[in-house]
């Protein structure tokens, strides 16, 4: 039986080759169609970066050299719970680092990084436009606002509760 994820992985790619073709081959569009891959596919991999490259008559090593130079372009998939830690004024004059820090911690990887299980992955960004909330963390669509050191392991062992009530429900119909 295939494995549902790499049906989706090729759903979306196949969606975002089909929305290409609509760009004209002009090199001004290569940041568009980077975030465009990106929106559809989740992340850019090698197929993508490969599919833009040839797009605009590019080589893969030249638009990978592009993407990377932006902070904005991620290239493993995200966890199923993706946070992100805003650094903007507000929460970085708050303790925006320390929260990243907190999070780097307990989920033992560094911004940029998805958890070996694809559970969790962790970004640093730049603003949210939650200030009066500073400072803030994001877990999927949540806006957490005020945070502290403390209320990071909470967070996070809400989220790993949830994930095993819901192994636990799986396996209990798959008996039935």
């Known amino acids: 039986m295939p494995d549902p994820v790499d049906n989706q992985y090729l759903s979306n790619l196949k969606r975002f080759c089909q929305q290409l073709s609509g760009f004209s081959r002009e090199r001004g569009n290569l940041i568009p169609l980077l975030q465009l891959a990106q929106h559809c596919v989740g992340f850019l991999p090698p ?6 490259a040839g797009h605009l008559g590019l080589s893969p090593s030249e638009v990978f050299g592009v993407a990377t130079f932006y902070n904005q372009f991620r ?3 995200p966890g199923r719970h993706p946070i ?12 925006g680092e320390i929260i990243l820090e ?3 911690r307990k989920l033992q990887i560094q911004a940029g990084q998805t958890t070996l299980d694809q559970c969790f992955s962790l970004e640093r960004v730049a603003c949210v436009g939650c200030c009066a909330l500073a400072p803030v963390a994001l877990m999927g669509e949540a806006i957490h606002g005020h945070m502290a050191p403390s209320k990071v392991e ?3 062992l809400q989220v790993e509760i949830e994930e095993e009530k819901h192994r636990n429900r799986k396996q209990h119909h798959a008996t039935e």
């Open 154 to 156: 909470g967070l996070v």
């Open 47 to 52: 197929k993508a970066i490969d599919l833009v």
């Open 75 to 77: 290239f493993t998939p």
């Open 102 to 104: 907190n999070f780097e």
């Open 84 to 95: 992100k830690v805003c650094l903007g004024t507000a929460c970085h004059i708050k303790g």
